[in-house]
């Protein structure tokens, strides 16, 4: 059984989460199951998932079927409680999502948890925002330095720093004890 929308709004709405998101085509298909072609044509609304389909999507962009197919996002309140942030881990650097992938969103709130002698990137690692993005990190424990554009600024705890997040930048923490910190990305002005 397929989902009857009107005007593609589904496909509208995969597109916008998925690309909210940072995942290519090619990245939710691999994560949802669903092939590239299949979720291409779901985007342009030339096609309308089966609930199974969909259900797979949602699962690949790390949503409940029911949070996919929630057509109108304008009068609603989304509350990420405790430990349901989206989470990833590597190499002592924990990341947790506070902010629910909606679309349209223009900002993004992340907690970072460094153990010692991590960081939160490579020295080499290109920018990951989007140009004209910027970013405030709020330093909750501990001590992190920021390394931006070859320069490093050392902040602790209840220290600030905003700065353009689209030059390359990583957190490191250069102590003995685990560090933490709030980041706000505000993404740039869309060109058209």
């Known amino acids: 059984m397929a989902i ?26 691999e994560r949802s199951g669903v092939s590239a072609p299949m979720l291409s044509q779901v985007e342009r609304g030339e096609t309308s998932p089966t609930l199974a389909v969909a259900g797979r999507i949602a699962a690949g962009l790390d949503l409940t079927l029911s949070q996919l197919l929630r057509l109108d996002e304008t009068h609603h309140v989304v509350v990420v409680r405790a430990g ?16 629910p992938p909606l679309p349209g969103q223009r900002a993004d709130v992340s907690r970072h948890v460094l153990a010692a002698g991590a960081s939160t990137g490579g020295r080499d690692d290109p920018p990951i925002h989007e ?29 600030s720093v905003t700065f353009d997040a689209d ?23 869309r060109r058209s």
């Open 4 to 29: 009857a929308t009107e005007n593609g709004a589904i496909g509208a709405r995969v597109r916008a989460l998925r690309e909210s998101m940072g995942y290519s085509l090619r990245e939710l298909a």
């Open 84 to 99: 349901e942030g989206r989470s990833r881990e590597r190499d002592g650097h924990l990341t947790v999502e506070l902010t």
């Open 131 to 159: 140009p004209g993005s910027r970013e405030t990190a709020i330093v909750l424990a501990g001590e992190v330095t920021l390394v931006i554009d070859g320069n490093a600024r050392t902040l602790k705890a209840g220290d």
């Open 167 to 189: 030059l390359p930048h990583h957190f490191e923490n250069r102590t003995d004890e685990q560090a933490e910190f709030i980041a706000v990305v505000a993404a740039g002005l």
